[in-house]
């Protein structure tokens, strides 16, 4: 019930301005669609004591709780895409989770340099390279190397509220 | 790259580093961006962008800063509690003392409860803010530590080495439950309020033991009159002795021991003595001060039990 005061989707308008769009906007609309969408884990006890995981919309979010952000992407178009890259900036407010994929491509330089983060390094605060913690990720990335029309995909990142 | 290493060190999470995390009302928004190349050259779209509000996380802290019971008389007392806004958002708390807590030897009373105004830690009456009811402090930010004073009475009869306990409990205005519980639309913002593992209420307990110390005057004399014996005739030197026994426990103020010089006798100059150390007999920087018009004084000071003090002078038989 308070969905509306917790989560906005603001549509942005490649995804939402299609379809009144003039033709000349039409022809260089993008193929590719991408819809971003959030949930919060909650554990959920039942009756009789055992406990399990479940997504359900964040109301009711405090530091310290799991969110699996998500973004769709759905290939329209009649032609491959080449070089597919999607990149998503982590917010300020929350952390990677420390179960995340592991082969996930992340930066800690805002993006500038990439890697799995086993194998990035961060200058600490007295200036000494020490490893890259998932606190230290400023951005995640999805690399794929084609995508075939009418294919599509999600691609999610679990984070934890700081 | 020199250039690169730069960029970095200017990096910095803007989330700020609180006990309760990110400030509650943040808004968190999401948004990917994808770049491809299609074949006419690179492009690039962003995804919509997903917003989720931090809720208010409700936790509190109560510690009591006494280093172990107040050591007290029947009387006033001040016991001080350190209470810290653990959550993530402004919250008020409602302050409860609770005298009547079981295993005391008496239950004192509670006068008022008082928030440490000017910050230095010790109850000031008059400067530090006494509480009305029901007793509840200002909003308080995150991360805010609040010094807080119950003052007490200690009843009369309390007696010597008796103990006494004082529960304070501090509760989240906006409520207190299990961890987890929600209160909705309760929060920053007009989002919720969720109880934290603390659950929103605190309680810490101080301590008083009561110290009272007895005074026990005892005098005596010798006689040493001028043939070698002890017969009290003029000429006799008599000496006094007043030895002052403090017992109990605690710690008496300002013990002023005082006596005449009896009728018929005059005061030896220079004889006054305090544990056989002389005094002056003139009102000084001295503890002592002697005269045949005004007696005898000797001001001992505080003194703590056990302790004694023996005071001695001469007087001679007219």
Not at chain 1, 62 to 89: C, K, M, Q, S, W
Request: proline share 5%; hydrophobic share 45%.
């Amino acid at each position: 019930m308070k969905l509306f005061t917790k989560m906005t989707i603001a549509l942005a308008a490649s995804a939402l301005a299609l379809p009144g769009m003039s033709v000349a906007a039409q022809a260089a609309a993008s193929p590719i669609a991408l819809v971003g969408d959030v949930k919060a884990e909650k554990v959920i006890t039942a009756p009789d004591g055992t406990e399990r995981t479940e997504l359900v919309a964040p109301t009711a979010i405090i530091p310290g709780d799991r969110l699996i952000f998500a973004t769709a992407y759905a290939h329209g178009g009649d032609e491959a895409v080449n070089n597919f890259v999607v990149t998503n900036p982590l917010p300020a407010a929350v952390r990677l989770a420390p179960d995340a994929d592991p082969a996930l491509e992340v930066s800690v330089d805002g993006g500038k340099s990439w890697g799995v983060l086993a194998a990035l390094t961060i200058s600490g605060s007295d200036g000494a390279a020490r490893p890259a913690a998932h606190a230290d990720v400023t951005h995640v990335r999805w690399v794929l190397a084609s995508i075939a029309p009418g294919a599509k995909g999600r691609l999610t990142y679990p984070a934890i509220i700081r | 790259m020199i250039c690169g290493a730069a960029a970095i060190t200017g990096l910095v999470f803007s989330a700020p580093a609180l006990a309760g995390g990110v400030t509650a009302g943040t808004l968190i928004e999401n948004t990917a961006v994808a770049s491809y190349d299609d074949g006419a050259g690179a492009r690039t779209i962003n995804s919509n962008t997903v917003t989720v509000r931090v809720d208010e996380l409700l936790d509190v802290t109560l510690t009591s800063q006494d280093p172990g019971p107040i050591n007290t008389r029947p009387g006033d007392a001040v016991l001080t509690f350190e209470l810290t806004n653990q959550g993530n958002g402004p919250e008020a708390f409602t302050l409860l003392a609770n005298p009547a807590v079981a295993g005391n030897d008496f239950d004192v009373v509670v006068r008022s409860i008082a928030i440490d105004s000017n910050g230095n830690g010790v109850y000031d009456a008059g400067v530090d803010e006494i509480l009305t009811a029901p007793q509840t402090t200002a909003i308080l930010a995150p991360d805010t530590v609040l010094t807080v004073f119950v003052l007490v009475t200690v009843p009369d009869g309390a007696s010597d080495r008796q103990t006494s306990s004082v529960d304070l409990t501090a509760e989240a205005v906006t409520g207190s439950g299990a961890p987890g519980t929600v209160f909705a639309g309760a929060g920053v913002d007009g989002g919720d309020a969720i109880v934290g593992t603390t659950g929103a209420l605190a309680t810490a307990r101080g301590q008083l033991v009561v110290g009272v110390a007895n005074v026990e005057l005892v005098k005596s004399v010798v006689l040493r009159d001028p043939f070698g014996g002890t017969s009290a005739v003029p000429g006799t030197v008599a000496t006094f002795t007043i030895l002052a026994r403090i017992s109990g426990s605690g710690t008496i103020n300002d013990l002023l021991v005082t006596d005449a010089i009896p009728d018929g006798t005059t005061y030896v100059p220079g004889t006054l003595a305090l544990d056989s150390a002389a005094l002056s007999d003139a009102e000084d920087g001295d503890a002592g001060a002697a005269s045949d018009a005004a007696g005898i004084t000797v001001n001992l000071g505080d003194v703590t039990a056990d302790a004694t003090a023996s005071v001695t002078f001469d007087v001679v038989i007219d």
